[in-house]
């Protein structure tokens, strides 16, 4: 019996590209680099912020270790210009919450702006949500889900994991859990396919059929 889901936030939950560009390409014209265009950002996010400063510089050393604390100051300012739920999501929350089934947030965005956006747009119906936090494995580690799981009391058998990524995919696989791709989000359904996916969702109202009659 399914009791609880557990989301990724970028390209699942939220469409951040053009608000995670901007910040990008802020650091970037700070650097003296071109500018990255919002395509390339949408392969460049999903391994939190460290990786994306070296795919986003072109290289690992001193520019993309500067970049971090460069980007989160500007994208701090900037998360919502932009960021907006895709079309549904509210609708999906609010009937999972209706039918009983707990509703949390796993990430690799830098914990205090996963924190801060799912209070913004989804303090009603997720319970509980987690980013990057220092001293604790990102995704793919199961780490992140193993403790929303104990603070939700579900086991592994009782939880789904939805996400839009190679690292969901995996983290699910390491949690032991179910997953649901997110077709619409930065990847799509050819590449969700490809790295394993056994079930992946077109639309977010498919995905709400699927959680609801598991």
């Known amino acids: 019996m399914l009791k609880a889901v557990l989301f990724d936030l970028d390209g699942t939950l939220l469409n951040t590209l053009d608000d995670l560009a901007a910040s990008v390409n802020h650091v970037l014209c700070a650097f003296g680099l071109p500018a990255r265009t919002t395509e390339e950002v949408r392969r460049f996010v999903g391994n939190g912020v460290g990786p994306l400063g070296e795919r986003a510089v072109g290289e690992k050393g001193a520019l993309s270790e500067r ?85 939700m009391q579900v086991t592994a058998d009782e939880c789904i994991y939805v996400g839009d990524a190679d690292t969901d995919v995996n983290v699910a696989k390491n949690a032991r859990m179910r997953f649901i791709g997110a077709a619409w989000g930065f990847r799509g359904r050819d590449y969700l396919m490809q790295v394993g996916a056994s079930r992946v969702a077109d639309t977010v109202a498919k995905l709400t059929q699927m959680l609801l009659n598991d």
């Open 67 to 151: 970049f971090m604390p460069l980007f989160q100051a500007h994208y701090a300012q900037h998360s919502l210009d932009r960021t907006a739920p895709y079309d549904g999501v509210l609708d999906m929350l609010d009937a999972l919450r209706a039918r009983g089934i707990l509703c949390g947030v796993v990430s690799n965005k830098p914990d205090a702006a996963t924190k801060a956006l799912c209070a913004h747009f989804f303090s009603d119906c997720i319970s509980l949500a987690v980013g990057d936090v220092p001293g604790i494995p990102k995704k793919p580690a199961p780490d992140s889900c193993l403790h929303m799981m104990k603070q």
